[in-house]
């Protein structure tokens, strides 16, 4: 069955493909996420001899993340028989892309599908994609829903399903070079708005649906991956994290995946972040900003992004540019203001141009950097805070019914 996203209807503007639901591989355990260790390992299960496990290991690192190869068929380099023996046990294959949406101004958005591989239901995910001048950045879902229930959120109004595994985090990146035509020897689709040269996905932020810090391991593992010289090699100075606010994954994120950081901040004052962002109410302000203060490697060439989503009437008055400012003395920061992207059955509102300029202005004549982020994909509801996927945890009474049919 092929699934589009309802909201394509409603996009005239919005270009929608819809793919047929093939799930290759769904019984097979995947290759993709595996440390050169594992990946060994693996192959030592199929009865490739110990010695030959790192050669074979870099061998299929390079398939993989290099070449971006989804068939084993494709590994010249690598005797047939043993292609062979690989594809009974393995898979790496892609997920499913159940829609690709593309935007006016070029941005995509796809949902993916990733097999159930043996445990729950298949999982539904979203991607976007947002090219500009010099870079094409990806935004990369590490969550399917989100336990957080940021209010000017629509991805907080999906329950959580599940976290999603090292290879679903990386697949997001493989299959996007797969769809703009990112890896070598292969096409970019006809028309398609992306860089004009150099790769095509320069940037990952990891600011998809869910909250990253709450899914460390995996996410760790695929930045990981994802940031090594020898594979997909993209620079951990273009990786960026957000976070929510979970202070104490916050030094190890520094330490142990070395990426750069942001902070989904949104307001100055505790009363308000409470409501807005509801993990304040775990870890407070003050916490969050000592934390920031002590996370690796900060310097002015290394410096933290604050997101802040421009909210009518809510959190856009000068005082609170101002309490932002004083709020960030001595860290090394750049302030992102997001005009606020609407969706269905909000009560917010975007603040007016002018008071987002003025708001601007203040923390410009402070000495930070602060761009408004321009909205990108809004017509296909691909902008910051509108992820949304069609998972759903079932309900324990749907489970149980299924159980017993
Ligand atoms: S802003 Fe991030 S952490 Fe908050 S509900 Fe949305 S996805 Fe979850």
Request: proline letters at 5%.
């Amino acid at each position: 069955m092929a699934i589009t996203l309802d909201i394509a209807r409603d996009n005239p503007n919005a270009h929608t493909v819809s793919a047929e639901a093939v799930l290759p591989g769904e019984d097979k355990p995947t290759l993709i996420g595996l440390s050169r260790e594992e990946l060994g390992e693996a192959l030592g299960t199929i009865g490739v001899p110990q010695k030959q496990w790192r050669m074979r290991a870099s061998q299929l690192w390079h398939w993989l993340y290099v070449r971006g190869v989804s068939d084993f068929a494709q590994m010249t380099n690598i005797a047939k028989d043993l292609r062979q023996k690989l594809d009974e046990a393995f898979t790496i294959a892609r997920p499913e892309i159940v829609s690709e949406q593309i935007s006016v101004d070029g941005t995509r958005k796809w949902l993916f599908r990733f097999p159930a591989r043996g445990a729950g239901r298949p999982v539904e995910v979203e991607t976007v994609y947002i090219p500009e001048e010099g870079r094409g950045t990806l935004c990369v879902s590490s969550q399917v829903g989100c336990t957080l229930t940021c209010t000017f959120c629509h991805t907080g109004t999906q329950k959580m399903v599940r976290n999603l595994t090292a290879e679903e985090i990386l697949s997001q990146i493989l299959i996007a070079r797969d769809r703009l035509g990112d890896f070598p020897h292969a096409d970019t689709p006809q028309g398609a708005i992306v860089p004009s040269e150099g790769r095509l996905v320069t940037n990952i932020v990891m600011m998809g649906m869910g909250e990253p810090l709450y899914n460390f391991d995996n996410v760790k593992k695929a930045l990981l991956i994802a940031s090594d010289g020898d594979g997909l090699s993209l620079s951990k100075r273009r990786i960026t994290l957000s976070t929510s606010g979970v202070v104490p994954e916050i030094f190890r994120t520094g330490e142990e995946i070395g990426c750069m950081l942001a902070i989904s901040l949104h307001a100055v004052r505790d009363e308000l972040r409470d409501v807005l962002v509801p993990i304040n109410k775990k870890w407070n302000i003050k916490e969050l900003l000592d934390a920031c203060r002590q996370y690796p490697g900060l310097s002015n060439a290394k410096r933290i992004t604050f997101e802040y989503v421009m909210l009518k009437g809510v959190n856009d008055s000068n005082q609170d540019a101002l309490e932002l400012v004083r709020l960030l003395k001595g860290i090394p920061a750049k302030i992102n203001l997001i005009p606020f992207n609407p969706w269905p059955g909000t009560d917010y509102e975007c603040s007016d141009w002018e008071r987002i300029e003025e708001f601007a202005d203040i923390v410009n004549r402070a000495g930070y950097a602060s761009p408004i982020r321009t909205p990108r994909g809004r017509d296909i509801f691909a902008a910051c805070g509108q992820l949304k996927s069609a998972s759903e945890r079932m309900r324990k009474k749907d489970r149980e019914a299924l159980a017993a049919s």
